[in-house]
């Protein structure tokens, strides 16, 4: 700039030629020409088209997707790489600059660029953001796609993330109360969008209406929850420009794991690793732990945790299970058609008959599965024996060896299922460890009959040393009676004597 001041004083006030200004600094011709002609200094050039020979009929293919993509959601549109990518294995041999200017002047030209927005202020333990994001990991060799539930305080932006197989309410109770854990703290209010496990309806006009069993969450951890207006991800910025960094730091490239609880390790770990690692934002001169560790003394302390279940009611069916998702738990016998409450956890079935709980279940994640235990249907054996042969219940029940090896050798006898069942019906009265060594006793002394066995269990029980049982003072005598046996040989002698 200041050159160029001083070339056009030189040629205009002091009317130099363009030979002495170049000789005087040092400068080339062009370059003089190009200041005096410009109508100002510090005037650039522009270009106002470019040729883009290689370009050709690529850019109609180039313009056509940017209209069809145009019509998609913001985060399913190809990005200019995405373009250049595609346009090449259709034979284009041009520059990515080519392809950059078109797609910048389109989206400006159709107003996809033009959007503004409001920076946002928060102050410590204030708030915190929350959304799913979707990725694509190898769990035991299979490529799926689990959901990253992400949380980012406000102020710190320390985050957090933990992967599930869907994004169902219990999943989202489940992970604030990991993520609650992990802060070690509360923040006073929750912003989210507008997803169905948290907000039944949403309107630009209306008051959102929340769902009742996240108000409970809410309410229990009394944080106040603050639903975006609909379309308006901007109000969560944060979290939203979180997913896109987490996924380029964390999941590229695809992360392998055995299973979901590796996973969640993992990631736990490595949220600690990167607020270490990556400055603040704001407060470039801190890391993003430093500014947590002040933030911290902001969050609420921490309450027991909130019972993380939804809850729903089921019928049991004639085969003592209860449906949900598309598989099958089962239920003790005894309320076989019945209905009963099903909380469903992230990990977990629980069933429920009058605040009792009757049924406990690992929760399977695939489809059309009966997992069922054995001792729920150990009651209907008395009047079934013949099911312990093809029972679903039966077939792999992991018994001690003792009672599988008498089980074999009885089930190979005529009527050697009947005598089977009264000896694992022994196990309701005597328990496991009772009959295992009943079972053991029969097999020294090679006598493998359920007369045998329920005799040991017997004489197992008898042998066992009977509860100290105190007299209360209300059934105490005053006076102890002694022992005297003098009345007796007295008696006695009368006897003798009379003879």
């Known amino acids: 700039m200041e050159t160029e001041t001083k070339i056009r004083r030189m040629y205009f006030v002091t009317k130099l030629t363009i030979k002495d200004i170049s000789r005087q600094l040092k400068l080339s011709r062009n370059t003089i020409r190009r200041a005096i002609r410009a109508k100002c200094a ?14 050709g009929p690529f850019k109609s293919i180039l313009e056509k997707w940017l209209s069809e993509d145009h019509k998609l959601p913001r985060k399913e549109r190809r990005n200019a790489t995405g373009y250049f990518s595609e346009l090449k294995s259709q034979g284009y041999q041009g ?37 799913w994001s979707t990725e694509t990991i190898e769990l035991d060799g299979i490529v799926k796609k689990l959901k990253i539930a992400q949380f980012r305080l406000c102020y710190s932006r320390k985050f957090f993330l933990v992967a599930y197989s869907n994004e169902k309410q219990e ?10 854990v992990f802060f070690d703290g509360l923040c006073t209010r929750g912003i989210y969008d507008n997803m169905k496990t948290a907000v039944v309806t949403a309107s630009m006009k209306k008051e959102p209406v929340f769902n009742k069993r996240f108000l409970l969450m809410m309410d229990h951890y009394l944080i106040e929850p603050t ?18 960094n987490i996924r380029g730091w964390v999941f590229k490239p695809r992360l392998k794991f055995k299973n979901l609880i590796e996973l969640n390790v993992y990631l736990h770990n490595k949220c600690q690793e990167l607020a270490k690692k990556h400055a603040h934002p704001e407060m470039k001169q801190k890391k993003i732990e430093e500014v947590f560790t002040e933030e911290k003394s902001h969050l609420r302390q921490l309450p027991d945790l909130f019972d993380c279940y939804s809850e729903r009611s089921a019928l049991v069916s004639s085969t003592c299970l209860v449906t949900f998702d598309k598989n099958r738990y089962s ?46 249907y150990l009651s209907l054996l008395d009047r079934k024996p013949g ?5 679903l219940p039966f077939k792999d029940w992991e018994l001690p060896a003792p009672i599988l090896d008498v089980k074999n050798i009885l089930m190979k006898r005529k009527g050697g299922d009947r005598e089977c069942v009264d000896i694992l019906l022994g196990m309701r009265e005597h328990g496991i460890e009772a009959v295992t060594v009943a079972c053991e006793l029969a097999l020294t002394d ?54």
């Open 42 to 55: 510090g005037e650039t050039y522009q270009r106002q088209s470019s040729s883009e020979p290689k370009m």
């Open 387 to 391: 099911a312990l042969r093809n029972g």
């Open 95 to 131: 520059a990515y600059d080519s392809v950059q200017r078109i797609v910048k002047h389109w989206r400006l030209t159709h107003k996809e660029s033009l959007a503004a927005f409001i920076p946002l202020s928060f102050s410590p333990g204030e708030a915190y953001q929350f959304d």
């Open 331 to 376: 239920v003790d016998c005894y309320y076989a058609n019945k209905t009963v409450s099903v909380r469903v956890y992230a990990t977990s079935i629980q069933v429920f008959f009058d605040n009792k709980n009757i049924a406990s279940h690992t929760r399977e994640f695939s489809s059309n599965k009966t997992i069922s235990s054995p001792w729920h």
């Open 446 to 499: 090679k006598v493998i009959s359920r007369d045998y066995i329920i005799n040991a269990l017997n004489r197992l029980k008898l042998n066992s040393n009977p509860e100290n049982i105190e007299t209360p003072d209300g059934l105490k005598l005053k006076q102890e009676p002694t022992s005297n046996c003098s009345h007796y040989n007295s008696l006695l002698q009368e006897s003798q004597d009379a003879i």
């Open 227 to 244: 639903a975006c207006n609909p379309s308006s991800g901007w109000e969560k910025g944060q979290v939203e420009n979180q997913v896109d």
């Open 171 to 180: 999943m989202l109770f489940d992970a604030h109360n990991r993520a609650f």
